[in-house]
């Protein structure tokens, strides 16, 4: 019979207090950082405990490829923008000593890293091999949140202000646009799939009966799908009123403190 149980990683809550206080020991050094920074990464903390060390991971490891996904989705599109958005531009910039940081979160390497990871961990050799080892199942979920944090980076606020290509809010959303192709892709053929790919998800028990791999498998592209969206869509739309609020302002000009309109 099926079991769902509360899972216990102690190296989750390792990493977890490491980038707390990793953050803390940021933010004495800048004069710019506020509490809503560490709100910030405290929420995207949260969701990566969430993911981790609540049923989620259970019912991902043994049962369901639906709730894997959704578990994917949450360490590589939610938690990373949330943690980023902990950051203000002095503690980015700190951050930025780090070799080699700085090249990877330019825009292009950021898009291409991130496809990469997305689509290589996501064909079935590797993805039911990750299943069947727990330290290379570590290291994709390591790679997932890495990857989205190069991927949010040019376009956060306080982030892309130090990259050498500032991209304009046109760009941005363009990048953004770009960024979702690679999620669609793999949704596609997940939800379009007539066979199930990974092996591991057509011998697992099942926890509802008539929910069969192929069924779990469809549903599994389609979180992707929608749900790794939902960030990205909601920046585009941080990104364009702010773009089209600038713009008002711009053509109705603004009043100087003294009454005078600049132009």
Do not use: C
Request: aromatic residues 12%.
């Amino acid at each position: 019979m099926a079991k769902v149980t509360w899972p216990f990683d102690p190296s989750v809550y390792v990493g977890l207090v490491v980038l707390f206080f990793g953050h803390a020991w940021l933010a004495r050094g800048a004069a710019d950082a506020e509490r809503k920074h560490t709100v910030y990464l405290l929420a995207g903390l949260f969701t990566v405990w969430l993911a981790l060390e609540t049923p989620i991971d259970t019912i991902s490891d043994y049962y369901l490829d639906s709730v894997h996904m959704l578990q994917h989705v949450l360490l590589a599109f939610v938690a990373p923008p949330l943690m980023l958005l902990g950051l203000s531009p002095a503690m980015a910039g700190s951050l930025l000593r780090v070799p080699g940081l700085r090249a990877i979160t330019e825009p292009i390497p950021a898009q291409l890293i991130a496809a990469v990871v997305m689509i290589a961990w996501h064909i079935p050799t590797l993805y039911d091999a990750t299943l069947a080892n727990e330290s290379l199942h570590i290291l994709e979920h390591v790679m997932f949140i890495g990857s989205g944090l190069v991927l949010y980076w040019p376009i956060v606020q306080a982030t892309s202000a130090h990259a050498r290509w500032e991209m304009s809010a046109g760009a941005k959303l363009v990048y953004m646009l770009l960024a979702t192709l690679p999620q669609d892709g793999v949704a596609l053929v997940l939800i379009f799939s007539r066979v199930p790919f990974y092996d591991f998800y057509t011998h697992a028990p099942r926890l509802l009966e008539g929910f069969t791999a192929l069924i779990d498998q469809t549903i599994a592209g389609a979180v992707l799908m929608i749900f790794g969206k939902v960030t990205l869509g909601i920046a585009a739309g941080v990104v364009f009123f702010r773009w089209f609020g600038a713009e008002h302002r711009a053509d109705r000009g603004i009043e100087s403190p003294l009454g005078v309109r600049r132009n």
